[in-house]
């Protein structure tokens, strides 16, 4: 196993499964803390309300392991919930602590556009990185949610996305690596981000 796919209910684990295989990845499924305990590196996946996420983890007995593995320095993959969970409250239906590993909250997209943001928008990179290799500037990636990060601090954002506002699109910070939109789903581009990774985790 190069990585497992944290189980918590809460999206649709096949098509992350499959495209981390296709792209060289072995990969297992698991809700099991003690499987967490001992993952090389962890996916966080997930489609759906903050709150019930959090509850999820929590429940499963998932919460406390997925920080120690942060904290002990493994790679964390976040997509779409997974991303927004790192951060410390989120406000969908009323507030609610997330895993607080990242400084700042998850907020709701202006009302001024159409909410659920669905479909394939451009990404703008804000830093440098290997993750992006082969990727142009304003590379398509497919979206799906209603509310997004705003990090307090800068240096973590990775790229931005514009739909009524600048927001962040996706964040790196030393082995955080994490998305608003879905590689899965997002064709050659999502598979080039996933392969970058794996390159970079195992050669």
Request: aromatic residues 12%; hydrophobic residues 40%; glycine residues 10%.
């Amino acid at each position: 196993m190069d990585l497992l796919v944290v189980d918590y209910g809460m999206g649709n684990l096949r098509s992350v499964s499959k495209a981390l295989e296709r792209v060289g990845f072995k990969v297992k499924v698991s809700s099991e803390p003690e499987e967490v305990k001992k993952a090389p590196a962890l996916v966080l996946p997930g489609v759906g309300a903050f709150k019930d996420a959090m509850e999820n983890l929590k429940r499963l007995g998932l919460y406390k392991e997925i920080l120690r593995h942060i904290e002990k320095g493994k790679p964390y993959l976040g997509i779409c919930l997974g991303l927004q969970l790192l951060f410390e409250k989120s406000y969908e239906f009323g507030q609610t602590e997330g895993l607080g590993v990242l400084e700042g909250e998850v907020v709701l997209l202006p009302t001024t556009v159409k909410v659920p943001h669905i479909g394939w928008n451009q990404i703008w990179k804000r830093k440098p990185s290997w993750l992006l290799e082969g990727l142009k500037e304003g590379e398509y990636f497919y979206f799906v949610h209603s509310y997004h990060v705003v990090p307090k601090r800068q240096e973590v954002i990775l790229t931005t996305t514009d739909y009524g506002i600048d927001f962040v699109s996706s964040v790196e910070y030393e082995n955080i690596f994490a998305f608003q939109f879905h590689p899965e789903k997002s064709q050659r581009a999502g598979l080039r981000l996933l392969e970058n990774l794996r390159r970079r985790l195992y050669g």
